[in-house]
Nanobody, 120 residues
Framework: VQLQASGGGLGQAGGSLRLSCAAS????????MGWYRQAPGKQRELVAT???????NYADSVKGRFTISRDNAKNTVYLEMNSLTPEDTAVYYC???????????????WGQGTLVTVSS
């Protein structure tokens, strides 16, 4: 299973960026999908998660600004980031809990990370 993230880059303070992450490979089912981020010199932290039926969870720092969504048919999770601030600068990682066959348990896979830089 591979997770391919895209959409990072340079954003302006107050602006918007949209990240995508597509899962591919042998996939029977995907459970929770999520976005995490790691700023320079800091630990990786949760940004947002979304269950298969659409229940979402957000870090307090992004509530009201970021929106996570997913397309189950495309095995893809999105992160719409609005009202960006320089504090949102980080490498963003997606992850997904994937079941490869009916008999196997869910396993968490990670994407390679995509850099988001927000200038003031």
């Amino acid at each position: 299973v591979q997770l391919q993230a895209s959409g990072g880059g340079l954003g302006q303070a107050g602006g918007s960026l949209r990240l995508s992450c597509a899962a591919s490979g042998t996939i029977f089912s995907i459970g929770v999908m999520g976005w995490y981020r790691q700023a320079p010199g800091k630990q990786r932290e949760l940004v947002a998660t979304i269950s298969r039926d659409g229940n979402t969870n957000y870090a307090d720092s992004v509530k009201g600004r970021f929106t996570i969504s997913r397309d189950n048919a495309k095995n893809t999770v999105y992160l719409e980031m609005n009202s960006l601030t320089p504090e949102d600068t980080a490498v963003y990682y997606c992850n997904a809990d994937v079941r490869q066959t009916f008999l196997r348990p869910f396993v968490t896979y990670w994407g390679q990370g995509t850099l988001v830089t927000v200038s003031s």
